[in-house]
């Protein structure tokens, strides 16, 4: 069985840098036409002049013939200006202002620390219709890592959604059924990006036989329900909810690990294990809207016009991929996915 899909975009995604970018890459841009590039580069991608460069460096990186478009992302600090996000929108390359609660994850130590300290830029992205793309989660250690999700909703999410009604926000990587739900009942103006891990696994999946790393990400998977909620909005055919791999490529060496880097890097199996997923909920019909449709619209940018061909056809990722000195391990390594990217 063969399946054709408008081509689709990856609405969050880490591309890393130098030999990593190199390496990762062409996965991504074999199947998808854009992707929203996210700045947790070390440093991270404070300004637009940065966020141009980087811009080059992926453009100087594809495969040759590729028409792959990223789309930029700054990272907000405490102290981002006005004038920045100004700068961001007149550049016409940059998509939105990602929002790392400091310390939250890979790269977030310029994080914000206070949310309130950032009320100018955010009033600005709101006037210039910059999308604000927000990592969940609230970094207190006294609170619950699995409850992380909820408590960020309830002490920040919320008053910002309210006290920025034009604002665009975009809950990255929702994982449980308290975003899910906020996100439903919001106003206009808010989505979710939806992962396939956490679609796929629950934590259980975090010690299955053993530790393993490799289905380490952050947000940590949750428990059995709330995957539930996750997946069954994916397939729900809700314009809110769209298509985001966070596919986050760490080598072996830093994921296998006494302190293990948080990420899953499914870059290589990217649309194929989506359509695993919608097919298993019986909803394949709703998998192009999710992947192609609701993204560009929900950012205002037009839909892609090619197509890509899957095919119901069983494979297995390998082991790793090399890279350099070092390799890396992809989502579902040595494992059968059920649908193949017909290449062109
Ligand atoms: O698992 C994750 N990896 N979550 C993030 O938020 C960041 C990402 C990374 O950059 O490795
Ligand atoms: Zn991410």
């Given at each position: 069985?063969?399946?054709?899909?408008?081509?689709?975009?990856?609405?969050?995604?880490?591309?890393?840098?130098?030999?990593?970018?190199?390496?990762?890459?062409?996965?991504?841009?074999?199947?998808?036409?854009?992707?929203?590039?996210?700045?947790?580069?070390?440093?991270?991608?404070?300004?637009?002049?940065?966020?141009?460069?980087?811009?080059?460096?992926?453009?100087?990186?594809?495969?040759?013939?590729?028409?792959?478009?990223?789309?930029?992302?700054?990272?907000?600090?405490?102290?981002?200006?006005?004038?920045?996000?100004?700068?961001?929108?007149?550049?016409?390359?940059?998509?939105?202002?990602?929002?790392?609660?400091?310390?939250?994850?890979?790269?977030?130590?310029?994080?914000?620390?206070?949310?309130?300290?950032?009320?100018?830029?955010?009033?600005?992205?709101?006037?210039?219709?910059?999308?604000?793309?927000?990592?969940?989660?609230?970094?207190?250690?006294?609170?619950?890592?699995?409850?992380?999700?909820?408590?960020?909703?309830?002490?920040?999410?919320?008053?910002?959604?309210?006290?920025?009604?034009?604002?665009?926000?975009?809950?990255?990587?929702?994982?449980?059924?308290?975003?899910?739900?906020?996100?439903?009942?919001?106003?206009?103006?808010?989505?979710?990006?939806?992962?396939p891990q956490h679609m796929m696994l629950?934590?259980?999946?975090?010690?299955?036989?053993?530790?393993?790393?490799?289905?380490?990400?952050?947000?940590?998977?949750?428990?059995?329900?709330?995957r539930?909620?996750?997946?069954?909005?994916?397939?729900?055919?809700?314009?809110?909810?769209?298509?985001?791999?966070?596919?986050?490529?760490?080598?072996?060496?830093?994921?296998?690990?006494?302190?293990?880097?948080?990420?899953?890097?499914?870059?290589?199996?990217?649309?194929?294990i989506?359509?695993?997923l919608?097919?298993?909920?019986?909803?394949?019909?709703?998998?192009?809207?999710?992947?192609?449709?609701?993204?560009?619209?929900?950012?205002?940018?037009?839909?892609?016009?090619?197509?890509?061909?899957?095919?119901?056809?069983?494979?297995?990722?390998?082991?790793?991929?090399?890279?350099?000195?070092?390799?890396?391990?992809?989502?579902?390594?040595?494992?059968?996915?059920?649908?193949?990217?017909?290449?062109?």
């Amino acid at each position: 069985m063969r399946l054709t899909l408008r081509r689709p975009d990856d609405w969050h995604l880490h591309l890393r840098d130098g030999e990593l970018l190199r390496a990762v890459l062409p996965y991504t841009a074999a199947r998808f036409a854009r992707a929203i590039v996210m700045p947790n580069l070390s440093p991270p991608v404070t300004t637009t002049a940065a966020a141009l460069a980087y811009r080059d460096r992926i453009l100087a990186a594809l495969p040759a013939g590729s028409d792959f478009q990223p789309l930029m992302t700054l990272y907000l600090t405490d102290n981002t200006p006005p004038e920045e996000i100004r700068r961001a929108r007149d550049s016409g390359a940059i998509a939105g202002v990602k929002l790392y609660p400091a310390g939250a994850t890979t790269n977030s130590d310029s994080g914000v620390t206070d949310i309130w300290r950032c009320e100018a830029a955010l009033a600005a992205m709101e006037e210039a219709g910059m999308v604000l793309q927000v990592h969940g989660e609230v970094t207190h250690a006294e609170v619950d890592v699995f409850h992380r999700e909820r408590v960020f909703i309830e002490n920040i999410l919320a008053p910002v959604v309210e006290r920025f009604p034009r604002l665009k926000v975009i809950l990255e990587h929702v994982t449980t059924a308290d975003g899910v739900d906020f996100v439903r009942g919001a106003r206009d103006g808010v989505a979710a990006t939806i992962t396939p891990q956490h679609m796929m696994l629950n934590r259980n999946a975090l010690f299955a036989g053993g530790l393993r790393p490799h289905h380490y990400c952050l947000p940590v998977l949750k428990a059995e329900r709330h995957r539930q909620a996750v997946l069954d909005a994916a397939v729900s055919g809700s314009a809110r909810f769209f298509l985001g791999t966070d596919s986050a490529p760490h080598t072996r060496g830093s994921k296998e690990s006494s302190c293990g880097c948080a990420g899953i890097y499914s870059a290589p199996v990217g649309i194929e294990i989506y359509a695993e997923l919608f097919e298993q909920a019986g909803a394949l019909d709703r998998l192009e809207a999710f992947a192609s449709e609701f993204g560009p619209r929900f950012y205002g940018l037009p839909l892609n016009e090619d197509r890509i061909v899957l095919e119901r056809r069983p494979w297995q990722p390998p082991a790793e991929y090399r890279v350099g000195a070092d390799t890396l391990v992809p989502f579902r390594a040595g494992e059968t996915v059920s649908w193949s990217l017909v290449s062109a």
